[in-house]
């Protein structure tokens, strides 16, 4: 959770990345002035206040050009250098935006005090990139009437791609919060690959997504091919895993398989699928870890315990898996049997 109440910008300034035909990049020459306090509160509610996850990042820093990796802890060591190196940074995201899906916009660099962060106070430097705008209308009053005006701006609840570094773990690429919501196409998303170089950080809750990352896709890429799992199949080992991970502190890999999977064919198919898995999405699947909560919550969907049959019913299935049986009837039919002992 990231605390705002005593953060102060210090610098700030806005930079145009012209990517259309016809534009191009246009650098600011100086700070951008923050005289009003609603001003500066509206900018840190904008900063801020859409980064709710527990997910963090950090730059690679095995890459033998490390742009904004090296800008960046360039700013840390001198604030007052903020626009002359916000300028690089602009440059460089200039240079790297080449997709065609990737739009012009504002990119705005800021240097920021005193932001509290899993109990530590730390300087930050937010840098976000507006890229839609969106219509707005103004009222003023002159005399007694309304007059209405036409404006286009950045609304303070969206942002488009945005990632905040903070100040700390420099040895190992900083802690890095990061989105992209603009861009959903894999090749599109250069924002943190090509232009921030960022990974996924090392710790608990990488760790909890990626395990359950792993396991929904092994029923999907092995058991269902292997053994022709059925959905309410799957269910029932996702509902095994979410229990799992919600009643214990501590992730253990061989509890954890020999819970949900309870086939040592089925487990040993599983460990063999881990490395493939990892080398494909480059995540490390730890034997040991600390269960992170939030990382379960996040990955909700997952879970998901409605059994789909054609467009007739949705079947919810929260607990017993033996308490529902699939067959075929004569005709060749599907079915699904539920047994139950109340009726609400």
Not at 24 to 38: G, I, P
Not at 158 to 168: E, L, R
Not at 278 to 291: A, P
Request: aromatic residues 12%; charged residues 30%; hydrophobic residues 35%.
């Amino acid at each position: 959770m990231i605390n705002t109440l005593e953060a102060r910008i210090q610098n700030l300034c806005a930079h145009y990345i012209g990517l259309e035909e016809g534009e191009q990049l246009e650098l600011s020459a100086a700070l951008s002035s923050l005289e009003h306090d609603r001003l500066h509160s509206s900018l840190l509610h904008y900063f801020f206040k859409n980064f709710t996850l527990e997910e963090f990042y950090s730059f690679d820093i095995s890459k033998e050009t490390k742009t904004i990796h090296d800008l960046v802890k360039t700013i840390f060591e001198e604030p007052s250098s903020l626009l002359e190196h916000s300028r690089e940074i602009a440059q460089h995201l200039h240079r790297t935006s080449q997709h065609p899906n990737i739009k012009s916009g504002e990119l705005i660099v800021a240097y920021v005090n005193n932001v509290l962060i899993e109990d530590e106070m730390l300087d930050a430097i937010c840098l976000f990139k507006s890229e839609k705008k969106h219509d707005l209308i103004r009222l003023i009053q002159e005399d007694n009437a309304f007059t209405f005006e036409a404006l286009q701006g950045i609304l303070l609840t969206q942002v488009d791609k945005a990632s905040i570094i903070f100040n700390t773990e420099q040895t190992t690429g900083y802690k890095v919060c990061s989105v992209d919501k603009s861009n959903t196409e894999k090749k599109a998303q250069f924002w943190q690959k090509d232009f921030l170089q960022l990974q996924f950080r090392d710790d608990d809750f990488q760790n909890t997504k990626a395990y359950i990352g792993a396991t929904k896709h092994f029923i999907e890429d092995r058991m269902k091919p292997l053994y022709d799992t059925d959905k309410s199949e799957e269910v029932g080992i996702l509902q095994r895993s979410k229990s799992f991970l919600e009643q214990e502190d501590k992730f253990d890999a061989a509890e954890y398989t020999k819970e949900i999977f309870r086939d040592e064919k089925v487990i040993e198919e599983f460990n063999d699928y881990k490395q493939e898995y990892q080398n494909l999405n480059n995540v490390n699947l730890k034997d040991s870890f600390s269960v992170n909560m939030a990382a379960v919550k996040n990955q909700s969907k997952v879970f998901k315990s409605v059994l789909k049959l054609d467009k007739n019913f949705h079947v919810y299935i929260h607990g017993n898996r033996n308490m529902i049986q699939k067959g075929r009837d004569e005709d060749g039919r599907k079915f699904y049997k539920l047994y139950y002992e109340e009726e609400n």
